[in-house]
């Protein structure tokens, strides 16, 4: 029942807080520079983020590339590819505020912020889940753990 909660008052937030404080962002800038050139703004904003989303994108994919050549887990590469497409489709967007986060997420220099961010939210539910299988019990866990045990033997060629 509470993360029945937890995702209405998200949803709430997604679809209606946001879009309030979007729109009276954008009367409260269109009163300060006319409309015509907050217009203007807000697709030279989707442009530019378009483009930096191409940008970051493409190192992200060659970061990828190489960090599987040299056959480690990239885990780094992947939560960037994660954090630079949301962040592209915040940029596409019109809208200030979600302009903003788009460029935390984003940018290489605040990126790594937002990287720690992302690792610690999916470490704690990484450590929710093991906790449940442990103990034995279900407590929100979709796919139930299997406590069968494989006898096997590890070859190392």
């Given at each position: 029942m509470k993360k029945r909660s937890a995702l209405w008052w998200a949803l709430l937030i997604a679809f209606i807080v946001v879009p309030i404080l979007e729109i009276y962002v954008i009367?409260?800038?269109?009163?300060?520079?006319?409309?015509?050139?907050?217009?203007?703004?807000?697709?030279?904003?989707s442009i530019i983020g378009a483009w930096l989303m191409k940008r970051e994108g493409r190192n992200a994919w060659g970061a990828l590339r190489e960090a599987l050549q040299l056959g480690r887990m990239p885990a780094k590469?992947?939560?960037?590819?994660?954090?630079?497409?949301?962040?592209?489709?915040?940029?596409?967007?019109?809208?200030?505020?979600?302009?903003?986060?788009?460029?935390?997420?984003?940018?290489p220099v605040t990126r790594p912020v937002a990287r720690l961010m992302l690792t610690s939210v999916i470490a704690r539910k990484l450590t929710i889940v093991y906790q449940a299988t442990q103990t034995g019990t279900q407590a929100d866990v979709t796919p139930t753990a299997s406590h069968d045990v494989v006898q096997g033997e590890v070859v190392d060629d």
């Open positions: 009367i409260q800038i269109g009163q300060v520079i006319g409309p015509w050139w907050t217009i203007l703004l807000l697709v030279a904003d590469e992947l939560a960037d590819g994660a954090l630079i497409l949301i962040g592209g489709t915040l940029m596409l967007t019109p809208g200030f505020l979600s302009d903003v986060v788009a460029l935390f997420l984003i940018l």
